[in-house]
């Protein structure tokens, strides 16, 4: 028997007994399915989380304190208060960085009118928009003649603007942030994104302004120090040279043998995100896999059930001239047959499934599930596999059974 002859009776037989077959590939259906959508939704997830990193800016690389040590407690990365404007000040003459620009970051209430609003507080200078690639839409950016007079003006995020001015111009109006009374002098540009990566949701004052005026500016209050310094460098793949000038310069000037600050690339940041977003992927996918286990567990049921049922008939082929390869190969077909039905149609049902998610929007943020034809031929592979797994044993012992024992069978 060849093998389109052992397809043609599988179908025959599979079509004889429709919702058993369909209820046999539920469980792979559902498998590669859940596989499909999880994978896709997970890779748009990490490409949204990209592309909302790539957002702040190219080519950065930010220098942070290191931990505060009180009492022998050791606090968190960013806690100690070793980084100055000073500091800043003397990067600047490093060879291949092309911008700085040092920030401080706090929380802030916002009130304008009736409404009212927290928002990420950004203490920055006028390098800043350059360093980070953020710019205004409508106004001035913050200037080096706001940052020498410790002015009280104020640029907004798009999404702290529409919350606070939904019906009118935000340029020229007077807000309070921290009850301390500030002029809107620009509205940033949107960028998107939720969370702590939105630039959307933040007001970005003198960073001077900031230590002086503004009470949740915390311990950088009345003092030079600062949260970060941006570093915007002409070639990445100098980023190593130019942290190791960067350290020696700051080492120098704080007078340590050991590092009281750190130096991150964003290319750090980018693959921490993308280990993690993987990390979650996979962790989805095997979990959404398990079902294709309990789907393969399924046909190897059926299969068997099915080989109890065509005993009689098992014998009747064995005594006219059938072989054992050929009952081997007839099970294994039909096996396998109902696997790769399961997992077209499981391709289908998460190819749709992804696109369905793609609609929905996240926040500010749409995440776009991107399907790759890598996982498609992964779960067609597997499914192919789960069916050739699952359908030997039962292959194996309607190939086994003895003519004469079979033909006795009621």
């Known amino acids: 028997m060849n093998l389109f002859e052992s397809f043609r009776i599988a179908l025959q037989n599979l079509s004889a007994n429709k919702l058993r077959s369909g209820l046999t590939m539920l469980g792979v259906i559902i498998g590669v399915g859940a596989v499909i959508a999880l994978v896709s939704i997970g890779r748009g997830a990490q490409e949204a989380i990209t592309n909302q990193i790539q957002s702040v800016g190219t080519n950065l690389l930010y220098v942070r304190p290191g931990a505060a040590n009180q009492n022998g407690v050791r606090g968190q990365e960013g806690s100690a208060g070793t980084l100055t404007l000073e500091d800043a000040a003397a990067l600047q003459d490093v060879n291949g960085i092309v911008g700085v620009a040092p920030e401080i970051d706090s929380f802030a209430q916002l009130v304008a009118g009736g409404n009212n609003t927290n928002a990420r507080l950004v203490g920055a200078t006028s390098e800043f928009?350059?360093?980070?690639?953020?710019?205004p839409s409508s106004g001035e950016f913050i200037n080096s003649g706001n940052v020498t007079a410790r002015s009280t003006v104020a640029c907004l995020g798009s999404a702290v603007a529409a919350e606070l001015f939904p019906d009118e111009d935000p340029i020229g109006q007077s807000i309070?942030?921290?009850?301390?009374?500030?002029?809107?002098q620009c509205v940033m540009e949107s960028k998107g994104g939720t969370g702590f990566l939105s630039q959307d949701g933040q007001v970005i004052v003198p960073l001077t302004t900031a230590q002086t005026r503004l009470a949740n500016a915390g311990r950088f209050r009345g003092s030079s120090n600062i949260n970060v310094i941006n570093l915007k460098i002409a070639d990445l793949s100098q980023s190593d040279a130019i942290t190791q000038q960067v350290g020696d310069i700051l080492r120098e000037r704080h007078r340590v043998a050991q590092d009281d600050f750190t130096v991150q690339s964003q290319q750090d940041v980018?693959?921490?995100?993308?280990?993690?977003?993987?990390?979650?992927?996979?962790?989805?996918?095997?979990?959404?896999?398990?079902?294709l286990l309990v789907g393969g567990i399924g046909i190897m049921n059926i299969m068997l059930v099915s080989v109890t049922e065509r005993t009689r008939e098992i014998g009747i082929r064995k005594?006219?001239?059938?072989?054992?390869?050929?009952?081997?190969?007839q099970f294994l077909t039909e096996a396998t047959v109902l696997s790769v039905l399961g997992g077209v149609i499981g391709i289908l049902l998460g190819w749709g499934i992804a696109l369905a998610m793609g609609s929905f929007q996240f926040g500010a943020t749409q995440v776009k599930p991107t399907v790759d034809l890598s996982a498609v031929a992964l779960a067609v592979i597997f499914s192919i596999a789960v069916g050739l797994f699952f359908g030997i044993y039962p292959a194996a012992r309607a190939g086994s059974l003895r003519p004469i024992e079979a033909l006795r069978y009621e």
């Open 270 to 291: 980018l693959s921490a995100a993308t280990a993690v977003t993987d990390t979650l992927t996979m962790f989805l996918g095997g979990v959404a896999a398990i079902s």
């Open 319 to 329: 005594a006219v001239g059938a072989k054992r390869r050929d009952i081997l190969m």
């Open 129 to 135: 928009q350059d360093v980070r690639d953020f710019f």
């Open 176 to 184: 309070r942030i921290n009850n301390v009374p500030f002029r809107v």
